[in-house]
Structures are given as C-alpha cells and as structure tokens.
C-alpha cells in the first residue's frame, strides 16, 4: 500500500449495522480510516476522542471518519457510547480490512495503529503509522486533506 494508489475496495458493516461499500463512498467524499489496535486502551481512546474532538473540521472538508480494530460490534458500541463519538466503528475480528490495507503489526505481534486519508477519486493521499501517537494522526489526516484541496 503507497500513498497515490488506489485504495483497495472493500465492503464491511459497522458496529450499528451499517453497510459500507467503498467502491462507492469516495463519490460522494472522502474517507479517513483509522485502524487501532482495541477499545478502551489509553493510547487508543485518546487517539479515537481526538478524532471525535476534530469530525467536525473533517465533515466541513468533505471527508468522513471510520474507526477500524479488531473488537466485537457491542464492544464498538459501548466504547463509542462511553465517549460520544460520531463516527461508526468497523469489527475487523478476523482482520481481513488490516490484511487488506498492510496494516503493520507492533513489534510484530500486536495490531497496529494507521491511518489512511482515501480523496474522492479513492486515492489514498497519506498513510500514517504511528503506535504511540495518538493525536499526531489526527494532525497527519487534517494536513494531508489541506494540502489534497
């Protein structure tokens, strides 16, 4: 996966049975797909709270937020509850959109945390790749939709 290629298509259901196919999303805008490693977990609940703290700068430029890991729809649900966030959640429990996409592991072994800025036309315009910084994807993804507009 480079940054200026397509995005791989994909077709999934969020945690509040929502059909997404992508192959038709970015007609209508863009998407920004981050992949965290679990619900709940202080690195990931900032990094999900920072995006919810900035949806709206990122529904003005016409994109849309989807949170991807590998938990469970009532984990989703409860987790986005707890923290009011606006954006769905994708269960990702056998990890086919990680696959899919190259999410890198964390050391190897555990689930990595990505972000992927998809434009309209499906082009991904940045991937970002950080384990331990949270709000720095939020501030990669605002950058990359101000530079691609």
Do not use: N, W
Not at 78 to 106: C, M, N, Y
Not at 137 to 149: F, G, N, P, Y
């Amino acid at each position: 996966m480079k940054e200026g290629t397509k995005a791989p298509d994909f077709t999934a259901v969020t945690a509040d049975g929502q059909k997404i196919h992508f192959d038709q999303f970015p007609r209508r805008q863009g998407l920004v797909l981050f992949f965290y490693p679990r619900d709940g977990t202080l690195i990931c609940t900032a990094e999900a709270c920072a995006f919810r703290d900035s949806y709206s700068k990122f529904i003005e430029a016409g994109f849309d937020v989807i949170g991807v890991s590998g938990d469970s729809d009532a984990s989703h649900q409860k987790f986005a509850e707890q923290h009011s966030l606006p954006f769905p959640l994708i269960s990702d429990a056998d990890g086919t959109l990680r696959k899919l996409f190259h999410v890198p592991k964390t050391l190897g072994l555990l689930p990595g945390r990505a972000t992927y800025v998809i434009d309209r036309e499906g082009i991904i315009r940045r991937i970002y790749s950080a384990a331990l910084a949270s709000d720095d994807h939020v501030k990669q993804a605002l950058a990359a939709i101000r530079e691609s507009t």
